[in-house]
């Protein structure tokens, strides 16, 4: 009952129908769900069995008696104690009988089904898992039997034994609605893949070939000069004493790995207080510049500022002292929690030349640069993919990766394009700090654009 009670807090202000299957963390909470469902249930049950056992004794009691009593009627009845107790026995407690018989011990469950039943998943959630399943087919070519028998790089996964046959059925079903939409159904596909680059059908490919941890252009060479080392940000008093671990991940553009940023207390508070405000991601419409949400990028997330929980506030702190470039003028910090295959396909954090009015209302410049806290590990897939340059990051817990989106002159960097790859097995979270380019003009070396 406790986890009802949560469960309907949590949903009615953060949840809406079509939008569960894009966030494992939220998702989790209808295991609790179905657990009391099923506590519920087997209530039901023993107070089911508990009536037909009355019913029973009842029935073997009156079996015996009237076997008895029916040999010899008249002198059975000539008793006036046995008449007496035929007489009430047909007036009241056979009536007694009937009002147990139609006693209704299933309110209790039913209700609490009700009460559950309007916060399921609905069809666009089941379409949208299907959906994930086929991109994760395809995105990391597996082999359609194994992946239906549940034969999946985590072998504690109890239930990934599903029915593929049954979530083709429900794609086909899917795509023949579509169709039958006529020219709405082909208005919608144009207003979903308006504002594409046009060669994103080929980029899709170099998208998925890194995901599979292909096609990354790294030469021995390159990788040599490519180092591990302690960084305190020139002396940095937070760090001389304890500098962090910094790590090169990439070096055109430059991607730095930090190890160990963020403790795993810190990591679970920020998850707690992100979790109740979870959204259904969305992405900036480069015609109208509407937020909306998208096919290609399945995860909830979730703003906090500095002024919500001390940990928040040490957590921008931390990416001030080690990147040494002002927080104060970047945007709240992201925390985002991807769904069942969830992915964000290849994007640009900064704003373009063909998007003026993004970020426009904040007036602090475009993006300089991106924070990417790594808040779980993820089994299989989920990496961060740089598809102009072939590089590969991979999650890990408690790291967080940094680069500039911009070169020094201010021209957007299109070496920075990035994806996060579907996730195959485990429950992805991220949180994200954009830092813009106000406060920075003394922070990073003015110059012209940079080659490498």
Not at 128 to 144: F, M, P, Q, S, V
Not at 298 to 325: C, M, Y
Request: glycine share 6%.
């Amino acid at each position: 009952a406790g986890w009802m009670v949560i469960f309907i807090l949590l949903f009615s202000s953060s949840s809406a129908h079509g939008d569960i299957f894009t966030s494992i963390g939220q998702m989790t909470d209808l295991l609790f769900v179905e657990k009391d469902l099923v506590s519920s249930l087997k209530d039901y049950i023993r107070a089911e069995e508990s009536k037909l056992e009355q019913i029973k004794k009842w029935a073997d009691k009156l079996d015996v008696l009237s076997a008895a009593a029916t040999l010899d009627p008249e002198a059975f009845l000539g008793h006036p104690v046995n008449a007496f107790k035929l007489m009430k026995r047909l007036n009241t407690e056979w009536g007694e009988l009937e009002s147990l018989v139609l006693t209704d011990t299933s309110h209790a469950f039913i209700s609490n089904l009700t009460i559950h039943r309007q916060h399921f998943p609905n069809d666009e959630d089941q379409t949208g898992a299907a959906k994930a399943l086929t991109r994760l087919l395809e995105t990391y070519r597996l082999d359609t039997d194994t992946f239906s028998s549940g034969e999946l790089p985590d072998p504690t996964h109890q239930r990934a034994n599903g029915n593929l046959k049954y979530f083709e059925f429900q794609l086909a079903k899917q795509r023949k609605a579509e169709e039958s939409e006529g020219e709405e159904g082909e208005a919608r596909k144009r207003r979903e893949t308006r504002g594409r680059p046009p060669d994103y059908l080929p980029e899709r490919k170099k998208y998925e070939q890194l995901c599979r941890g292909e096609g990354i252009r790294m030469t021995p060479r390159r990788q040599s000069r490519l180092f591990c080392r302690y960084h305190d940000n020139n002396r940095h008093p937070m760090y001389v004493i304890g500098p962090v671990k910094q790590e090169d991940e990439w070096d055109r553009p430059r991607i730095l790995r930090y190890h160990d940023i963020v403790s795993d207390a810190e990591i679970e508070r920020v998850k707690e207080l992100a979790k109740p405000r979870l959204r259904r991601a969305t992405i900036s419409n480069p015609v109208t510049g509407v937020l909306e949400p998208a096919h290609y990028r399945i995860s909830k997330s979730a703003w906090l500022g500095a002024f919500e929980h001390p940990v928040v506030d040490r957590i921008n702190q931390r990416i001030e002292d080690v990147t040494g470039l002002d927080v104060t003028t970047a945007e709240e910090l992201q925390v985002a929690n991807y769904g069942v295959g969830g992915q964000y396909e290849p994007h640009f954090d900064f704003r373009r030349k063909d998007e003026p009015d993004a970020f426009e209302e904040l007036g602090t410049g475009n993006r300089i640069a991106t924070w990417l806290l790594y808040m779980s590990d993820v089994p299989a897939g989920g990496a961060t993919v740089f598809t102009d340059v072939g590089a590969a990051v991979w999650p890990k817990k408690g790291t967080a990766v940094f680069w500039y989106n911009l070169f020094p002159s201010g021209e957007g960097d299109d070496r920075t394009r990035h994806a996060a790859c579907p996730v195959l097995v485990g429950n992805k979270w991220v949180s994200n700090k954009w830092i813009h380019e106000r406060g920075q003009e003394f922070r990073r070396r003015c110059g012209l654009r940079e080659t490498d």
